[in-house]
């Protein structure tokens, strides 16, 4: 781009590295995700859940990663809050039991062959199309992407501004089945916010075969099964003089080798009566004829299926959605560009209600003081403005903070106890009761009710403009 020369390539670590204990010497990492704990502790979550799959966990915290270059305020950066979940289900079955409540939700898709293709045009179908056409690999994975869009629809992404697009298969993690990412559009382009894979089996895998610890589901079976499996045997009393204080090690490798392993094993064995091998610690080639080792295939009863199960995992940036909320919700006032306003949904609003006492005269503190206790009893967040300014700059100054309501304490409500509602984003308001206005606010707010639902019984108020 700049015609620059480019620097030669070096050694780079994304993980951040850090000195552990008093004297320094212990070197350890700092976290580039939050998953893997939950994984480490899947026998304590499954033993949790019964025993039985499919389950979840979920965990939300920091993670650090070593960015080349933190840029675009915070969508790039080097420390950052995730929040992950951790769906563990049946290899064999992953359907979702509430997938039907789901099925019917139409989302803007871009999938791979669309990208393929040079396109950014998005695909529009239901979740169900999605999975039935195969284009979202199962149930559990098209659950999770729905739900994900219901999550950011309900905090305040504007539905226009978000698609769910396929990883290629160049970017895609090697033990992936699937992956989609929630990409947001802000004034940086579209940014992923929200990744949900199909992690397949890798992570207990893996950590199954470091720390030798079984990390499975045991499922009792209704009808005993007939398994055919290679299974190896070792002279154990050869592998000392042999390998001495190696020996160990040897025989951990030996007895943790896959079925595949196993099978391509048992044929060199047969083949060149001898196998080839190296373990980890130990240098160089390693050969053992069939006086120490015999693999075969054998044929056993089980009436319990073990397995690993594959995971489903939503993972959520949280500053890159907080960002992109902000870019959203913010738009200026068509009469007045000055008046800036962040439409935030009442329920994620910090402040829900502006409490606004027209004037410092005496007679309004009493009502002010009783609102305000009854709004802390409802445990309704909300602030008073009784600053000398204008009503009208008290609530241009909140609209930008993005309070949804301000109620207003005139003359009148000292007389009759009546207040006004005002509603940020339509300067509509209505008058009422303090009880019914309040009642009003936490409907609207904590129970999903419009706003011409929550005041259809509160009498329209006319006022100047502000």
Known sequence: VTGD?????????????????????????????????????????????????????????????????????????REFLMAEIEHFVDPENKSHPRFEEIKQIKLRFLPRE?????????????????VESK???????????????QFLIKIGVDPTKLRFR????????????????????TSYGWIECVGCADRSAYDLTVHANKTKEK????????????????????????????????????????????????AADAEQLKNNGKIVFQVEGIEGDLELDDKFVSIEQKTRTEHVREFVPNVIEPSFGIGRIIYSIFEHSFWSR??????????????????????????????????????????????????????????????????????????TIDFDSSKDGSVTLRERDSTKQVRGSVADIIAAVRDI???GVSWEEGTKNLEAFVTQSE
């Open 166 to 185: 396929q990883h290629m298969a160049n970017e895609m993690a090697h033990y992936a089945a699937d992956c989609w990412d929630a990409e947001l559009k």
């Open 334 to 407: 068509p009469e007045d560009t000055a008046r800036a306003v962040l439409s935030f949904p009442p329920l994620v609003a910090p402040t829900k209600v502006l409490l606004v006492p027209l004037s410092n005269h005496p007679d309004l503190a009493p009502v002010t003081n009783e609102v305000s206790k009854i709004l802390r009893k409802e445990q309704i967040p909300f602030k008073v403005d009784d600053s000398g300014v204008s009503i009208g700059k008290r609530y241009a100054r909140n609209d930008e903070l993005g309070t949804p309501f301000g109620i």
């Open 5 to 77: 020369t480019l620097e030669p390539p070096r050694a780079f670590n994304l993980m951040f590295e850090t000195a552990i204990g008093p004297s320094g010497q212990i070197k350890g990492y700092l976290r580039p995700e939050t998953a893997q704990g939950q994984f480490l502790n899947f026998n304590k979550l499954l033993e949790f859940n019964n025993s039985k799959t499919p389950f979840a966990s979920a965990s939300i915290g920091k993670s650090f990663r070593n960015e080349i270059s933190p840029r675009s305020g915070l969508l790039r950066v």
């Open 114 to 130: 669309v990208q393929q293709a040079g396109s950014t045009e998005p695909v529009e179908t239901t979740i169900g199309e999605a």
């Open 215 to 262: 990390l499975v589901v045991r499922q009792k079976l209704d009808e005993p099964i007939q398994v055919t499996k290679w299974e190896i045997e070792l002279t154990k009393k050869l592998f000392g003089p042999k390998f001495r204080k190696d020996a160990p090690k040897v025989e951990a490798y030996l007895l943790g080798l896959s079925q595949d392993e196993l």
């Open 445 to 447: 707010t904590y129970n």
């Open 135 to 149: 284009m979202v690999d199962n149930q559990t994975l098209g659950y999770f992407i729905a739900r994900i869009y």
